[in-house]
């Protein structure tokens, strides 16, 4: 009877808690929702609070709607996993919206467990206090920032906490300082520093950077990569192509079998290219001499934006880096990178291929590539319908990157009659879901609008936002 029941047995069993978490660490982009639902279906508070940490690092807003319950769940109103609360915490640190929304839920949840009563309950109780400072006395902070550092053993990060209350205390020097210092072990504190500096932020942020240069060794890889990827996300007075560039990239399309693109009235104004940045180049590359694998996605992205200056041969090596341990991410950058026209590997038709793949396989970033395909024309001519038929599906699910997309798009896309009324509703609800770009956006397109529209805008992008389930 027992071996009849034996062989009754799937052949596939699902995968253990502890074989989920080795396939996250060889690959934190490996599709394991699959495997963690059924343990989260049977009521494991664990395996809940990491299917929470799998579908919020999805960029789907669905996902996170879902993410934000199966935390609360493995919480269990301070029964359960308290780690959980720290998680969700962590989900805040960009999404302005939700921590607005959610801000209720934590005050009461701060009051159903002991503060101090393990690592764990500290730790959760500092990264709650880095998204809602202002439900904390200063001495409590400092009390448990010293029962932390008693008690952390590994990846131990008490200056980002005492940044955060010298921040919200007004004490912009020493917040200032701390924030610095707290980047050599938590590379959070490049945001929260960049957000800190105020309206001037770009040139103080550009300054500190170049201050830095000598000490790049001194950050965290991932700070390092954050650096260069924020000095890259700046908004910039962008150079408009010239014809002659334009020309030499028709050449390139026809040479590989496409038909050089059309200039017309429709196509709407030249497109803009990115001024280089040595500094971005340079953070990145130490980033990428110490391992960091975000460092190489970014620098693949920045080539692909400057593919003059750049070869499609050192961005295809570095794919081959990034697909050793994070193999849906690198073909999901080899899928963009087919679609680079500056390059002669461009091959749109293998860039839907394997973009479908993706899709196929559960990785919803995918669908951002497929939209782009038809957006710049890649498999004939431009397709503003369906790529916007895309991306809303996406931003109907909460994706920012899908609302930035759509923002461009009615702001100076091809082929497509401009609204910058919409554009600039997209953007605010792009910014709002955590793009840091957006805001620059924002203020390009505020210097090309009438104030009433611009408050006409930001009222629909509130709207949009109030009826989303984030």
């Not at 002991?114 to 730790?123: A, E, I, K």
């Not at 938590?186 to 500190?208: I, N």
């Not at 990827?229 to 028709?250: A, H, K, Q, V």
């Amino acid at each position: 009877m027992l071996c009849a029941g034996l062989q009754a047995l799937p052949a596939h069993a699902g995968r253990s808690l502890e074989q989920i978490r080795y396939e996250l660490y060889k690959d934190p982009s490996a599709n394991v929702e699959a495997d963690l639902r059924p343990l989260a279906e049977r009521g494991d508070l664990e395996s809940k609070r990491l299917l929470a940490d799998v579908l919020s690092g999805s960029g789907v807003g669905a996902k996170m709607a879902e993410a934000v319950q199966l935390y609360k769940e493995a919480f269990a109103n301070g029964r359960g996993d308290v780690l959980a609360l720290a998680g969700l915490a962590r989900q805040l640190e960009r999404n302005r919206r939700l921590r607005v929304q959610q801000r209720d839920y934590f005050r009461d949840a701060l009051g159903r467990y002991q503060h101090g009563y393990d690592v764990r309950s500290v730790t959760t109780t500092l990264e709650v206090s880095l998204a809602y400072p202002e439900f904390f006395r200063e001495g409590e902070i400092e009390r448990l920032i010293t029962l932390y550092q008693r008690s952390c053993l590994y990846e131990c990060y008490p200056d980002i906490y005492r940044a955060s209350i010298a921040e919200h205390r007004g004490d912009l020097a020493a917040a200032e300082a701390l924030y610095i210092k707290a980047m050599r072990d938590d590379p959070r504190a490049v945001e929260r520093y960049y957000e800190m500096l105020g309206d001037d932020r770009d040139q103080r942020f550009t300054a500190f950077a170049e201050s830095q240069m000598g000490n790049m060794d001194d950050f965290h890889p991932e700070s390092a990569q954050r650096i260069g990827s924020t000095l890259n996300g700046m908004w910039i007075e962008e150079i408009p192509e010239t014809e002659e560039e334009l020309d030499l990239e028709g050449q390139d399309i026809a040479e590989e079998g496409g038909a050089p693109p059309k200039r017309s009235e429709q196509l709407g104004p030249p497109r803009v290219k990115r001024q280089e940045n040595p500094n971005v180049v340079a953070w990145l590359d130490n980033a990428i001499a110490r391992g960091s694998v975000s460092a190489m996605v970014a620098k693949v992205n920045y080539m692909s934006l400057q593919s003059k200056s750049y070869s499609a041969e050192s961005a295809f090596e570095l794919i081959e880096k990034v697909e050793e341990s994070q193999p849906l991410q690198g073909k999901s950058l080899r899928a963009s990178i087919l679609m680079v026209p500056g390059w002669r590997t461009l091959d749109p038709l293998e860039s839907q291929r394997l973009s479908q793949e993706l899709i196929d396989a559960g990785y919803d970033r995918a669908w951002l590539t497929m939209g782009d395909l038809y957006n710049r024309g890649g498999l004939d001519e431009a397709d503003q319908q369906k790529s916007l038929e895309i991306y809303t599906r996406m931003a109907e699910n909460g994706s920012a990157p899908a609302f930035y997309r759509m923002a461009n798009l009615y702001a100076r896309g091809r082929a497509i009659c401009h609204d910058k009324v919409k554009a600039y509703s997209y953007g605010v609800v792009a910014y709002e879901l955590g793009t840091a770009r957006a805001r620059g956006f924002l203020q390009m397109l505020e210097k090309e609008m009438d104030p009433a529209d611009v408050q006409r805008a930001r009222a629909t992008g509130e709207e949009i936002l109030k009826g989303m389930n984030l």
